[in-house]
């Protein structure tokens, strides 16, 4: 089980590797990508969080039965993975701008 963890880790390092420090048109198409799942998965999330929130407190405990504590999970995983397509996008870009200040040198 340890052995599959780190096999698992490895390589998703190695593919984020390649990701950053890889060709510049597959770095420039990951930014691209990244850039449109952050979009698509942080689109409203505040005034949906926002929404729930609000409904939790006013009806409390019969409003987390009906799926309010669900709702609040569902839209805490959309963050976490709008946190992650951002932090692909910077890597990509941190990737690009060592590409071009060290062809600068």
């Known amino acids: 089980m340890r052995l599959l963890r780190l096999l698992n880790r490895l390589f998703l390092l190695r593919l984020l590797n390649r990701l950053f420090?890889?060709?510049a048109w597959l770095t420039f198409?990951?930014?691209?990508?990244?850039?449109?799942?952050?979009?698509?998965?942080?689109?409203?999330?505040?005034?949906?969080?926002?929404?729930?929130?609000?409904?939790?407190?006013?009806?409390?405990?019969?409003?987390?039965?009906?799926?309010?504590?669900?709702?609040?999970?569902?839209?805490?995983?959309?963050?976490?993975l709008a946190l992650a397509f951002y932090v692909v996008f910077k890597g990509c870009l941190e990737g690009l701008l060592r590409r071009i200040y060290s062809s600068r040198e």
Do not use: I, K
């Open 29 to 80: 198409l990951a930014m691209g990508v990244a850039a449109g799942g952050f979009a698509l998965c942080s689109f409203n999330l505040f005034e949906l969080f926002h929404a729930n929130f609000r409904l939790l407190a006013t009806y409390g405990a019969m409003a987390a039965f009906d799926g309010g504590l669900l709702q609040l999970l569902e839209l805490t995983a959309w963050g976490y």
């Open 21 to 23: 420090h890889g060709p």
